[in-house]
């Protein structure tokens, strides 16, 4: 056997080409046959000149690994070269596709904002396939159905709802905090009355619900203006905001 492999070696490194083989599907495939074939590549067919391209679900192969096989994860890059992509250029790639799609429906979009959400998208590591998804059914959903809100707006909170539900619940429970205006006489008037304790609670509030979602601050910084003004350390209501507020009739 030794001797083979080694003829079949000096035959690849003189015929001067390179060989690839492309294996696909390989996680739909036995947990330890996958295991087996990764080890394969890596102890028996790692012949010169020749390339092997796997395609797998990550996640998937991921969690095959540690459930079925009790084995971490990081062990595999140690067979396999496992690419990752540049977060820079991933970010322009999500950053130009969006801008180029808001385009394609004749939305005009602040690049600026567009560039918010790009890195939230890196920050909470969300992969190309995910971003396809994303995309196909969020993204051309809204801008193509979409009549009332800003679609901008929308699209957080709809992206929001598919990373983390509870936090889009919590928007929803929890209005007064987030809602800056279109508030109903009698809540404004207990703000305004309340004042110094509305913007204890609120400071608290959002101290708690960002401890172990700061990826989502940027976000909705750009969605809800007290969002911003926790960011910045500074009060959610402020006496010139309570004078110049016109109470609805």
């Known amino acids: 056997i030794v001797a083979i492999k080694s003829n079949l070696d000096t035959f690849l490194r003189s015929s001067g080409k390179r060989y690839v ?29 020749v390339t092997y ?16 096989l009790n084995v971490d994860y990081s062990y ?3 067979m396999i070269n496992l690419p990752e992509m540049n977060k820079e250029k991933l970010k322009t790639l999500y950053l130009n596709s969006l801008e180029n799609i808001f385009k394609s429906y ?12 790009s890195s939230f998208l890196l920050k909470i590591s969300i992969d190309i396939r995910d971003f396809i998804r994303f995309i196909n059914s969020s993204v051309n959903f809204i801008l193509s159905q979409n009549q009332y809100l800003y679609d901008f707006d929308l699209l957080i909170l ?17 209005s007064d905090f987030f809602t800056t205006f279109d508030k109903s006489n009698e809540v ?21 619900l960002f401890d172990n979602r700061l990826e989502y601050l940027d ?10 003004k926790f960011q910045a350390k500074e009060d959610l209501r402020s006496e010139f905001e309570t004078r110049s507020w016109q109470f609805k009739e």
């Open 21 to 49: 083989f492309i294996i696909d599907n390989i996680d739909r495939v036995e947990t330890k046959s996958i295991l087996s074939l990764f080890r394969m590549i890596n102890q028996i067919l790692d012949f010169s000149n």
């Open 53 to 68: 391209v796997l395609s797998f679900d990550d996640t998937r192969v991921k969690t095959a690994f540690e459930n079925d």
């Open 76 to 78: 595999l890059k140690k």
């Open 106 to 117: 004749g939305k005009n979009i602040n690049r600026e904002k567009l560039s918010v959400l």
């Open 158 to 174: 709809e992206l929001i709802k598919i990373t983390d539900v509870e936090l889009y619940n919590t928007i929803h429970k929890h």
């Open 188 to 208: 404004e008037l207990d703000i305004v009355f309340r004042m110094d304790e509305y913007n204890e609670r609120g400071k608290v509030f959002f101290t708690q």
């Open 219 to 228: 976000l909705l910084s750009e969605l809800f203006p007290n969002v911003k």
